[in-house]
């Protein structure tokens, strides 16, 4: 259970970070 709110929280890290870094 842990395992998968980690993958939900750092794939929303992830495409915060990729839409910060579009130009």
Do not use: D, V
Request: net charge neutral; no cysteine.
């Amino acid at each position: 259970m842990a395992g998968i709110l980690e993958s939900s929280e750092n794939r929303k890290h992830g495409l915060e970070m990729a839409i910060r870094m579009q130009p």
